[in-house]
């Protein structure tokens, strides 16, 4: 009987040392899910909208390609980063390309001279399934 009353009373410290540090862990989870939400944004690359304007006369699209690369690297300042962080050139309608930056990155980019807007690519949401005719 004396054994059972030990077994019982180190059960419910050990529930008190538990029920004690729940704060703790609740902080610490919080802590833990507004860095996820917050933490990653300036250093995770996401894709940005580099637009330069109309093409130039004078301008073929395999200038204006080697010219996105070249305003690429400059901003990141590492070839090799900005060759694989280059999704397309748009050469043919408009002249700009599309890229996965830093925040600081495109920031840089948008200072440069024949730049007319850089801006955060964003996935829309279709409204309607349905046009009227």
């Known amino acids: 009987l004396a054994n059972y009353h ?4 180190r059960e419910r410290e050990y529930t008190m040392k538990i ?4 704060p703790v862990l609740i902080f610490f989870n919080l802590c833990l899910v507004a860095t996820l939400i917050n933490g990653s944004n300036d250093k995770e690359r996401k894709p940005y ?4 304007g109309d093409l130039p006369d004078n301008v073929n699209s395999i200038t204006a390609v080697d010219k996105h690369n070249h305003l690429l690297a400059e901003a990141i300042g590492d070839e ?3 060759r694989e962080s280059k999704i397309h050139s748009y050469g043919r309608s408009f002249n700009g390309f ?3 930056l830093l925040p600081q990155e495109a920031n840089r980019l948008s200072q440069k001279e024949g730049v007319v807007s850089v801006f955060a690519n964003t996935v829309r949401k279709l409204h309607t399934t349905r046009s009227w005719d």
């Open 6 to 9: 030990h077994m019982r009373e």
């Open 19 to 22: 029920l004690e540090n729940i």
């Open 49 to 52: 909208i580099v637009y330069m």
């Open 80 to 82: 090799r980063i900005a």
């Open 98 to 100: 599309v890229a996965r």
